[in-house]
DNA sequence: AATTTAATTGAAAAATATTTTCATTTAGGA
DNA sequence: TCCTAAATGAAAATATTTTTCAATTAAATT
């Protein structure tokens, strides 16, 4: 089993959440790809290796692993809909409009523009969120 | 009539678009504050000046609107139901998350990051979407 | 290995959000 | 005023998400 599975699986364990077939399905689909999934592909997917897998549990099994800071919701221009697997904490994505690939992308430092948005709105800042868009190496080839 | 109103109509007309009395309620209801409203607010609203109106034109002249670049959906935390007002092509909301008021910022100048991504990713950045969300000067107060 | 029990489950129903269809109405040019 | 294509609302259809509840099950305990 891939190891993110296990990394996963362990974290649920110890946040006091039973492994049971429906969330290794779910779990396993997720880490197929590094991409946004919506509940229903997700559903369709993990049917093949739980068939007893409800639709419902696709969507409990998603809230618990936001909450748990291992997947994050991701906005497209379509909707909001899909989720993506995260590997830190707070997280930016930079997605490809043509395959869905997500990436997470490192030095994101804001400060210096939150500051000054600050500065000159007199908004206290408490969140910030910034998404990417573009086309990945693989599909520039094509 | 608001000057907004006035020349948001205007732009509707320029773009092949009639003014009716159903849109014009629409876009009074979005002239009134500048915050994020959800479809279902704006027709609440919008009856009220225009008791003939249906759901359904709400969400046809928010698609209007938005592919016209006038008013923008905002994506936030509890989802991406809602609409904000913009003034200038390409713009970036700041969000009071306790009043729900949007303020557009300037001085977003994100190249140097989007640079420094492209080369470390590889992809081709196209798109960026930038979200702040806090307190506004109003609501600190309290 | 058997027992126990609270967590988890799926199906169905309900709630919510959005789009489509279509006959009727209407804005605005002729 | 007349005309016509655009726009409309109501209702139905579709899509998404949550709630409810009786049955099942993971995993701790014996």
Chains 1, 2 share one sequence.
Request: aromatic share 8%.
């Amino acid at each position: 089993m891939e190891a993110i599975v296990m990394a996963w699986s362990e974290q649920l364990r110890s946040a006091g959440y039973k492994i049971t077939r429906q969330r290794r399905a779910v779990l396993q689909v997720l880490a197929e790809r590094n991409a946004h999934w919506r509940p229903l592909e997700v559903y369709q997917r993990a049917r093949q290796r739980c068939p007893a897998l409800g639709l419902t549990t696709v969507y409990r099994t998603l809230d618990i692993l936001c909450e748990l800071g291992l997947v994050q919701r991701v906005h497209l221009e379509q909707g909001c809909h899909s989720f993506a697997p995260v590997s830190q904490g707070h997280s930016h994505h930079l997605i490809c409009r043509k395959c869905g690939e997500v990436t997470e992308f490192e030095g994101c430092d804001l400060s210096p523009l939150l500051e000054r948005v600050s500065r000159s709105t007199g908004f206290v800042i408490e969140e910030h969120w910034l998404e990417l868009f573009g086309t990945c190496p693989a599909c520039q080839e094509e």
